[in-house]
């Protein structure tokens, strides 16, 4: 494998994990799996400034985490001025701290990837942005614009899903220059536990069958979808649980609509948890369910299944190349709540190849994909 011990890689992100706060976890996954081959790593992660918790830098091993606030506008009304803020907040953590590298890695086109092309200009240095998969369709409009001058300005562009891959070239982007690498698990986090164990040690119920879903409450989770599901299911079936793991802004709102249905035995909106305690809710599940109406990858598609659950999900641009068999899950148009209800009642009742299951997501771990990373890195460095 290629290794860069005396080389300094930083990493431009849209988020990255603070404590208890678990977003773009994959981002961090990617960051622990790179440690190992470089000298340092730093991290910058703009947030807002009117973002009401105080995120603080942190360290660990030789990662550096900085967390600059910036102003933040409306990125469909001020995409440029949003995409030069985050840029100079960035500048001002190198100043500051003296930064100095040999590579940029952004995760995300925008603002990240804008503000790593600048960089790049700055300081002569080879740029990989990793798309992170469908959001680049909502970059569609912007084809003779900011986004493809982004893209351009990369040496390499990563991209999560093939669909993105396509999409891309379509829109311009040389070819030469576009990867396909899916997004890893940690498979010391996620592996099989006795649901039973898993569900004690939770506090829910051991005698239900135990539907689970995991992610943050907006519209594009099509959570509204699943509480209808849930309906359907009930006039067939009692005796089951679904738990849906995650916080947001649609929390009151789903909240009512699972008290307007009835279904407070049925449905139980956890909050948000550590990610830590994820692969504990994976393992108390019969059956893992992720809805979304878009998907640009749906690691959590990954990690239920390295826990040894089937998925339901749906065709959003991304579960579907991970749901490739029977085998492992089944897929539904999205927002199809009689389907997603259908399926469900299915996987209850199919009996399920777990080992088989967990044996097909090992195949997306975080060294796997570090592999195919670092070759990125040997070519966009010569």
Partial sequence: MNEFN????????????????????????????????????????????????ELRDY???????????????????????????????????????????????????????YAGAKLKGRH???????????????????????????????????????????????????????????NGVDLKKFYPVDPFIAREN?????????????????????????????????????????????????YSRLQKEVQNLKLQEHVVLVGPKPHEEV???MNAADVFVLPSLVENFGVVNIEAMACGKPVISTYNGGSEEIIISEDYGFLCPPRDPECLAGKILMALEKEWDREKIRRYAEQFTWDSV???ILNVYDEILR
């Fill in 124 to 182: 002569g240095v080879p740029l990989l942005i990793t798309t992170h998969g469908l959001h680049v369709t909502r970059l569609e409009n912007l084809k003779k614009r900011h986004a493809l001058n982004t893209w351009n300005s990369a040496d390499a562009i990563v991209n999560v899903s093939r669909k993105c891959v396509e999409l891309l070239m379509t829109l311009g982007v040389p070819s030469s220059k576009l990867y396909y690498i899916p």
């Fill in 59 to 113: 360290s660990y091993d030789n990662v550096r985490v900085y967390y600059p606030r910036f102003f933040h506008v409306p990125i469909e009304l001020f995409r440029r001025r949003l995409g030069d803020n985050f840029f100079k907040a960035a500048v001002k953590v190198i100043k500051r701290e003296k930064i100095e590298f040999d590579l940029i890695h952004a995760h995300f086109t925008w603002p990240a990837g």
């Fill in 202 to 250: 939770l506090g829910i119920s051991t005698r239900k069958r135990v539907i689970v879903s995991v992610g943050n409450l907006v519209e594009k989770k099509g959570y509204t979808y699943l509480i209808q599901a849930a309906k359907i299911i009930q006039k067939i079936r009692n005796d089951f649980v679904i738990y849906i793991v995650g916080g947001g802004p649609l």
């Fill in 279 to 281: 692969p504990l809710w």
């Fill in 6 to 53: 005396d080389k300094n890689l930083l990493i431009i992100a849209n988020g990255f994990p603070a404590g208890t706060l678990s977003i773009h976890t994959f981002v961090k996954g990617n960051v622990d799996a790179l440690k190992e081959h470089f000298n340092e790593i730093y991290v910058i992660s703009p947030y807002p400034r009117w973002y009401r918790r």
């Fill in 370 to 372: 570090v592999k195919q």
